[in-house]
Protein backbone atom coordinates (compact mmCIF):
# COMPACT_ATOMS: atom_id res chain seq x y z
CA UNK A 1 0.00 0.00 0.00
CA UNK A 2 1.39 3.69 -0.76
CA UNK A 3 2.93 4.94 2.34
CA UNK A 4 1.21 7.95 2.63
CA UNK A 5 -2.34 7.02 2.00
CA UNK A 6 -1.89 4.02 4.47
CA UNK A 7 -0.94 6.07 7.25
CA UNK A 8 -3.81 8.13 6.78
CA UNK A 9 -6.25 5.54 6.63
CA UNK A 10 -5.17 4.88 10.00
CA UNK A 11 -4.30 7.68 12.10
CA UNK A 12 -6.79 10.53 13.55
CA UNK A 13 -6.84 13.83 12.07
CA UNK A 14 -6.75 16.86 14.49
CA UNK A 15 -7.82 20.18 13.13
CA UNK A 16 -7.18 23.57 15.74
CA UNK A 17 -9.16 26.86 14.51
CA UNK A 18 -8.97 29.96 15.54
CA UNK A 19 -11.14 32.72 14.43
CA UNK A 20 -11.13 36.70 15.02
CA UNK A 21 -14.12 39.51 14.28
CA UNK A 22 -14.11 43.16 15.00
CA UNK A 23 -18.13 43.96 14.60
CA UNK A 24 -19.35 47.68 13.68
CA UNK A 25 -21.78 49.52 16.14
CA UNK A 26 -23.11 51.07 13.44
CA UNK A 27 -25.37 48.09 12.59
CA UNK A 28 -26.88 48.06 15.96
CA UNK A 29 -26.00 44.66 17.16
CA UNK A 30 -26.09 45.59 20.57
CA UNK A 31 -29.88 46.29 20.76
CA UNK A 32 -30.25 42.56 19.57
CA UNK A 33 -27.76 41.12 22.08
CA UNK A 34 -27.40 41.21 25.81
CA UNK A 35 -24.08 41.08 26.16
CA UNK A 36 -22.19 42.99 22.75
CA UNK A 37 -19.12 42.83 22.37
CA UNK A 38 -17.06 44.42 19.57
CA UNK A 39 -13.94 42.38 19.62
CA UNK A 40 -15.01 38.65 19.32
CA UNK A 41 -12.68 35.76 19.41
CA UNK A 42 -13.46 31.82 19.47
CA UNK A 43 -10.81 29.14 19.29
CA UNK A 44 -11.99 25.45 17.86
CA UNK A 45 -10.43 22.00 18.15
CA UNK A 46 -12.10 19.20 15.52
CA UNK A 47 -10.89 15.46 16.17
CA UNK A 48 -11.71 12.71 13.40
CA UNK A 49 -11.32 9.02 13.85
CA UNK A 50 -11.36 7.33 10.33
CA UNK A 51 -13.53 4.21 11.74
CA UNK A 52 -15.25 3.64 8.46
CA UNK A 53 -13.60 6.11 5.40
CA UNK A 54 -14.80 4.59 2.35
CA UNK A 55 -13.38 7.71 0.22
CA UNK A 56 -10.01 7.69 1.43
CA UNK A 57 -9.88 3.49 0.83
CA UNK A 58 -10.27 3.77 -2.56
CA UNK A 59 -8.13 6.29 -2.72
CA UNK A 60 -5.74 4.16 -0.96
CA UNK A 61 -5.84 1.62 -3.64
CA UNK A 62 -5.90 3.77 -5.98
CA UNK A 63 -2.37 4.81 -5.05
CA UNK A 64 -1.22 1.58 -4.92
CA UNK A 65 -2.37 1.01 -8.61
CA UNK A 66 -0.21 4.00 -9.54
CA UNK A 67 2.50 2.87 -7.76
CA UNK A 68 2.46 -0.02 -9.16
CA UNK A 69 1.94 0.68 -12.63
CA UNK A 70 4.96 3.14 -12.30
CA UNK A 71 7.20 0.66 -10.58
CA UNK A 72 6.15 -1.84 -13.50
CA UNK A 73 7.00 0.79 -16.05
CA UNK A 74 10.10 1.71 -14.79
CA UNK A 75 11.30 -2.08 -15.16
CA UNK A 76 10.38 -1.78 -19.31
CA UNK A 77 12.04 1.21 -19.40
CA UNK A 78 15.29 0.01 -17.95
CA UNK A 79 14.75 -3.42 -19.38
CA UNK A 80 14.76 -1.22 -22.43
CA UNK A 81 18.37 0.65 -21.46
CA UNK A 82 19.93 -2.53 -20.91
CA UNK A 83 18.25 -4.10 -24.58
CA UNK A 84 19.75 -1.49 -26.41
CA UNK A 85 22.86 -1.07 -24.70
CA UNK A 86 23.57 -4.96 -25.39
CA UNK A 87 22.37 -3.98 -29.12
CA UNK A 88 25.23 -1.26 -29.42
CA UNK A 89 27.67 -3.01 -27.62
CA UNK A 90 27.32 -5.91 -30.38
CA UNK A 91 27.28 -3.08 -33.30
CA UNK A 92 30.38 -1.47 -31.91
CA UNK A 93 31.96 -5.25 -31.42
CA UNK A 94 30.68 -6.11 -34.97
CA UNK A 95 32.26 -2.66 -36.48
CA UNK A 96 35.53 -3.07 -34.51
CA UNK A 97 35.86 -6.51 -36.62
CA UNK A 98 37.95 -6.54 -40.10
CA UNK A 99 36.05 -6.77 -42.98
CA UNK A 100 37.40 -9.97 -43.98
CA UNK A 101 35.79 -11.91 -40.51
CA UNK A 102 32.13 -9.89 -40.96
CA UNK A 103 31.72 -11.77 -44.51
CA UNK A 104 33.32 -15.19 -44.55
CA UNK A 105 31.40 -15.91 -47.71
CA UNK A 106 32.80 -12.92 -49.52
CA UNK A 107 36.43 -13.99 -50.52
CA UNK A 108 35.24 -15.71 -53.26
CA UNK A 109 31.33 -16.88 -52.98
CA UNK A 110 29.52 -15.32 -56.06
CA UNK A 111 28.36 -11.83 -56.86
CA UNK A 112 25.30 -10.75 -55.02
CA UNK A 113 23.27 -9.75 -58.54
CA UNK A 114 23.73 -11.62 -61.37
CA UNK A 115 25.71 -10.85 -64.80
CA UNK A 116 22.88 -10.72 -67.04
CA UNK A 117 23.00 -7.55 -69.15
CA UNK A 118 19.78 -7.25 -70.51
CA UNK A 119 18.41 -3.63 -68.17
CA UNK A 120 14.95 -5.36 -67.66
CA UNK A 121 15.97 -8.89 -66.15
CA UNK A 122 16.06 -8.29 -62.14
CA UNK A 123 18.68 -9.42 -60.49
CA UNK A 124 19.44 -12.38 -58.37
CA UNK A 125 20.26 -11.65 -54.39
CA UNK A 126 21.52 -13.87 -51.97
CA UNK A 127 19.80 -13.95 -48.65
CA UNK A 128 22.73 -13.01 -46.21
CA UNK A 129 22.00 -12.96 -41.98
CA UNK A 130 23.82 -10.86 -39.62
CA UNK A 131 26.37 -13.34 -37.83
CA UNK A 132 24.93 -13.60 -34.03
Given amino acids: MAFGESRYLWRPQIVLQAQYSRFAKFN????????????????????????????????????DADAAHAEHEADSIRDQFFDSRLRIQHAVAEARRPLRDRHPRSAGSPSRTSTSSSFNSTPATETWRAPR
Fill in 28 to 63: NLQDYYFRFQQNNAAIGVQITIPFFDVAHKAKAREA
